[in-house]
């Protein structure tokens, strides 16, 4: 979690862990302080970022 907050500053509002294309990554939401959401998906096992985007919704999936 503190790779995806160095990476995009702001406030973790939700973290799940979840298995994509085999392999296993924490998908970290954060709110930006101009009250934007961005999902940081972090490799569980080596802790390098995956993908960063803006999320449009609100729901975490």
């Known amino acids: 979690m503190n790779v995806a907050v160095q990476t995009v500053p702001g406030q973790i509002v939700n973290v799940d862990l ?3 294309d085999g392999i296993l990554v924490y998908e970290v ?3 930006t302080q101009n009250n934007k959401i961005f ?3 972090v490799h569980a096992r080596t802790g390098s970022i995956i993908k960063i985007e ?3 919704d609100f729901d975490f999936d």
């Open 54 to 56: 803006q999320e449009n």
């Open 18 to 20: 979840d298995m994509e």
């Open 39 to 41: 999902e940081v998906e």
């Open 29 to 31: 939401f954060i709110m």
